[in-house]
């Protein structure tokens, strides 16, 4: 069972960058598609950005389209999220999850694999 592992997170100012990894163990992300989803307190979780790992083909949600960039990094099996110009609304708990297939959906039910997650905080 792939095994994921978030890093990154953190406080920041607004209109600032971070830059969130997701490690995957146990196997590659090959034949997977890797997505970021976030979860403020009392809302749902929401799908941010994600990827099919082979070939790379990118989704993004309108909101961080131009903020935020998915990418991976095939030799370290890991995917990031480079976020900038952050506002307060992107305050959220943000998780990395696998799916099998290379389908790239935007509902958490359709990914397998959860990471723990990783606190982004920023502040006005």
């Known amino acids: 069972q792939v095994q994921l592992v978030e890093s990154g997170g953190g406080l920041v100012q607004a209109g600032g960058s971070l830059r969130l990894s997701c490690a995957a163990s146990?196997?590659?992300?090959?034949?997977?598609?890797v997505a970021w989803f976030r979860q403020a307190p009392g809302k749902e979780r929401e799908f941010v950005v994600g990827?099919?790992?082979?070939?790379?083909?990118?989704s993004h949600t309108d909101s961080a389209k131009g903020r935020f960039t998915i990418s991976r990094d095939n030799a370290k099996n890991t995917v990031y999220l480079q976020m900038s110009s952050l506002k307060p609304e992107d305050t959220a708990l943000y998780y990395c999850?696998?799916?099998?297939?290379?389908?790239?959906?935007?509902?958490?039910?359709?990914?397998?694999?959860w990471g723990q997650g990783t606190q982004v905080t920023v502040s006005s």
């Open positions: 999850a696998a799916r099998t297939g290379a389908v790239l959906t935007t509902t958490a039910y359709d990914y397998q694999y």
């Open positions: 146990g196997r590659t992300f090959s034949s997977y598609t």
């Open positions: 990827i099919i790992w082979t070939g790379g083909r990118t």
